[in-house]
């Protein structure tokens, strides 16, 4: 019976309960061990909030930034907030201040026209600003949704909007292939109305082979496509002298047409033109 005494007196009630403490301890330690180590992630509307201050204010810093959230009783570490900054590559301040071309012309293309910064220079130098003409509203429309900064305006090509001999160049790309061959020739007369002395007119149409215009099938209306010296002769009328022309073939609806795209001077500008290479080259003999 003593030994017995002895023996149970090596454990005592304390080591008992501090083992099963510490046992519980470990086990509720493993599991509750979190799965990532470190600071949680950041909640996604306050990495979104600091991104917009970053971008609506650029010259606010990541401590301004810091202290803005703050004050909207945001709780966020600054270093958490340049962390936020450097991970979607915004730069710090001093270098965000300065201004690009493309974010200038994305705020200020509204007012780009009256800058004078969308135009076009000529190989001999000469400077053309540029505006479109269509007869749809939805084509005028859609024009001004893809080209805000371009200036477009509804009208009709039988009667242009612009004064006589304001204009150094016309670009007609297939504007008047639905034209009636009778209604052609005012078409033309009243683009060569609009050109200045020496202006060029560039026109594309729809050719064939035949001594007549030929009707076809189009996907928007009836067109018709020209013999390319009858084209010639309505352009002469008009007082205008072709300079060059490129031609391309093409399979339409079984019809075989030939688009041609014709330079035009007006027969003043010719003249000199020729005058003027023809002194040359007396002057070279």
């Given at each position: 019976m003593d030994k017995r005494r002895h023996l149970l007196s090596l454990?005592?009630?304390?080591?008992?309960?501090?083992?099963?403490r510490n046992l519980l301890k470990r086990r509720h330690a493993a599991t509750c061990t979190p799965k990532r180590r470190g600071r949680p992630p950041t909640v996604r509307s306050i990495r979104a909030l600091v991104l917009r201050l970053a971008h609506e204010n650029s010259s606010w810093g990541y401590r301004r930034i810091h202290?803005?959230?703050?004050?909207?009783?945001?709780?966020v570490a600054a270093s958490t907030v340049w962390e936020v900054l450097r991970e979607h590559g915004i730069p710090p301040a001093p270098e965000r201040q300065s201004t690009t071309w493309a974010d200038f012309l994305r705020s200020q293309a509204d007012a780009l026209l009256a800058?004078?910064?969308f135009e076009t220079r000529t190989l001999t130098g000469a400077r053309l600003y540029v505006f479109g003409l269509d007869l749809s509203p939805a084509m005028v429309d859609h024009a001004r949704r893809a080209h805000p900064a371009l200036q477009f305006d509804e009208a009709r090509m039988e009667a242009l909007p612009v004064e006589d001999g304001a204009l150094g160049g016309v670009l007609a790309h297939y504007s008047m292939i639905h034209t009636p061959p009778r209604e052609l020739p005012a078409l033309l007369a009243e683009q060569a109305r609009v050109l200045a002395p020496g202006g060029l007119l560039l026109v594309s149409f729809s050719a064939t082979d035949g001594p007549e215009p030929v009707r076809f099938d189009h996907t928007v209306m009836p067109a018709y496509s020209w013999p390319v010296d009858r084209f010639v002769e309505l352009l002469a009328g008009a007082g205008l002298v072709g300079s060059s022309r490129t031609g391309r073939h093409a399979d339409r609806g079984g019809l075989k047409s030939e688009s041609w795209s014709a330079g035009l001077w007006t027969e003043s500008a010719h003249r000199r033109c020729t005058s003027a290479l023809g002194a040359a080259y007396d002057r070279s003999r």
């Amino acid at each position: 019976m003593d030994k017995r005494r002895h023996l149970l007196s090596l454990v005592r009630p304390d080591t008992i309960v501090r083992r099963h403490r510490n046992l519980l301890k470990r086990r509720h330690a493993a599991t509750c061990t979190p799965k990532r180590r470190g600071r949680p992630p950041t909640v996604r509307s306050i990495r979104a909030l600091v991104l917009r201050l970053a971008h609506e204010n650029s010259s606010w810093g990541y401590r301004r930034i810091h202290g803005e959230l703050a004050a909207l009783g945001i709780k966020v570490a600054a270093s958490t907030v340049w962390e936020v900054l450097r991970e979607h590559g915004i730069p710090p301040a001093p270098e965000r201040q300065s201004t690009t071309w493309a974010d200038f012309l994305r705020s200020q293309a509204d007012a780009l026209l009256a800058c004078d910064l969308f135009e076009t220079r000529t190989l001999t130098g000469a400077r053309l600003y540029v505006f479109g003409l269509d007869l749809s509203p939805a084509m005028v429309d859609h024009a001004r949704r893809a080209h805000p900064a371009l200036q477009f305006d509804e009208a009709r090509m039988e009667a242009l909007p612009v004064e006589d001999g304001a204009l150094g160049g016309v670009l007609a790309h297939y504007s008047m292939i639905h034209t009636p061959p009778r209604e052609l020739p005012a078409l033309l007369a009243e683009q060569a109305r609009v050109l200045a002395p020496g202006g060029l007119l560039l026109v594309s149409f729809s050719a064939t082979d035949g001594p007549e215009p030929v009707r076809f099938d189009h996907t928007v209306m009836p067109a018709y496509s020209w013999p390319v010296d009858r084209f010639v002769e309505l352009l002469a009328g008009a007082g205008l002298v072709g300079s060059s022309r490129t031609g391309r073939h093409a399979d339409r609806g079984g019809l075989k047409s030939e688009s041609w795209s014709a330079g035009l001077w007006t027969e003043s500008a010719h003249r000199r033109c020729t005058s003027a290479l023809g002194a040359a080259y007396d002057r070279s003999r």
